[in-house]
């Protein structure tokens, strides 16, 4: 449409110049005269500076005022059709993520609500945008959108096990995936791990860099989860038997940890870089740092170790000898992995305990620590 505009008004801009050129009382003296007739014409503003005075030039006018008309019509209707497109597509969750360093929710279940609400509360959000990908109806999913408009919230409606899905999402190039143990779209809790295990191979086939976190309900999934390279693995209820039992030995201690976890609370416990200068210095120095300078308590420290694969060892050629070593170890079944220990926390360590450079702080307080 823009070349056949173009046309038009070079075609008619030099009509009214040949016309117009030798008219001692014409005001369109030259072609850029020309040019500034048409487009005011053909956009039917009608400044009146310019204007045709012969018969040629009048009938040039007249083609071009209806074929402006025409073609600003169209044009007016094409942009509004492809908004209302957007729009529709957006609303039944048809669209294509084109954000970058975004948040992927995969599923739908009671929990997920929260999760969107610790977000922000953990300072995760900033300014990303969380996709949803489930089987919600629009209702529900407009709902949603208006109860958390100060969000970016996207709304994918499919089934996150598919490929074709999760790159709608643009997963290769979020920054998190969650997948939720689903209960949108009539899929039944039996179900649930499986599908979360197939979602996580997917995944990691696609964006492997991508860390990604999932949600099961049965603790004897998790080697499953393990082998798709899941980074974070949380197991709905596993906790309610100590919890309980806590309840007895200690009462009013399950209210303590409810409310460590809690969103509503002040104070929360996070994650962070310990600071250069002390390492391999006392834990109680670090603990007295963390008091006295972030009002803060220190907790413990945990150990993050990348967990190997037999890929990571193997080389990325299809030797003989590396395929042999493949077939040798699945046909004994075999899982060579060591990411069942690739975390490794020590809550109120002794007070001569030496940091170690790989260890982070877990600490108590009402903000993120500073490194």
């Known amino acids: 449409m823009a070349m056949i505009t173009l046309t038009i008004i070079m075609v008619t801009a030099g009509a009214v110049y040949y016309f117009e050129y030798q008219q001692s009382s014409s005001n369109i003296n030259n072609i850029w005269d020309g040019f500034w007739w048409a487009i005011v014409t053909m956009g039917t503003v009608g400044y009146g500076d310019k204007y045709p005075v012969t018969a040629g030039g009048r009938f040039v006018g007249i083609l071009l005022i209806f074929t402006g008309v025409g073609l600003m019509s169209l044009f007016t209707a094409t942009i509004a059709s492809a908004f209302v497109e957007r729009r529709m597509k957006e609303g ?8 970058s360093e975004h948040i992927v929710i995969c599923g739908w279940n009671q929990h997920t609500e929260k999760v969107i609400q610790g977000l922000t509360t953990y300072g995760v959000m900033g ?12 209702e529900e999913i407009e709902s949603l959108r208006i109860k958390y408009s100060r969000f970016k919230l996207k709304f994918l409606r499919g089934d996150y096990v598919h490929e074709e899905t999760l790159l709608r999402a643009n997963v290769t190039r979020a920054k998190f995936v969650l997948i939720m143990a689903d209960q949108s779209g009539g899929h039944s809790q039996e179900r649930s ?14 964006a492997p860099h991508v ?6 309900l049965d603790g004897d999934n998790r080697p499953h989860l393990r082998r798709a390279n899941v980074d974070e693995i949380i ?3 596993e906790h309610v038997g100590a919890l309980l039992a806590s309840a007895m030995n200690s009462p009013g201690l399950p209210r303590v940890i409810s409310s460590l976890v809690s969103l509503g609370d002040r104070n929360k416990l996070w994650r962070t870089q310990i600071p250069a200068g002390f390492m391999n210095r006392p834990f109680k120095e670090l603990a007295t740092h963390y008091r006295e300078r972030e009002q803060a308590i220190l907790i413990g420290v945990m150990k993050e170790r990348k967990a190997i694969k037999l890929e990571d060892i193997l080389s990325d050629n299809t030797s003989v000898i590396d395929n042999f070593i493949r077939e040798r170890i699945r046909a ?18 002794d007070d001569d305990y030496l940091i170690a450079v790989d260890d982070l702080a877990v600490v108590l307080s009402r903000t993120m620590p500073s490194s």
């Open 332 to 349: 004994a079944n075999k899982d060579f992995s060591t990411d069942k220990d690739a975390v490794k926390i020590n809550i109120n360590p």
């Open 92 to 99: 039944r969750g048809l669209e294509t993520i084109k954000a």
């Open 211 to 216: 860390k990604t976190i999932a949600e099961i």
């Open 193 to 206: 791990d499986e599908r979360t295990a197939l979602a996580a191979l997917t995944v990691k086939s696609l």
């Open 235 to 237: 197991v709905r209820g």
């Open 127 to 138: 300014e990303k945008t969380i996709v949803l990908i489930n089987e919600l109806s629009v």
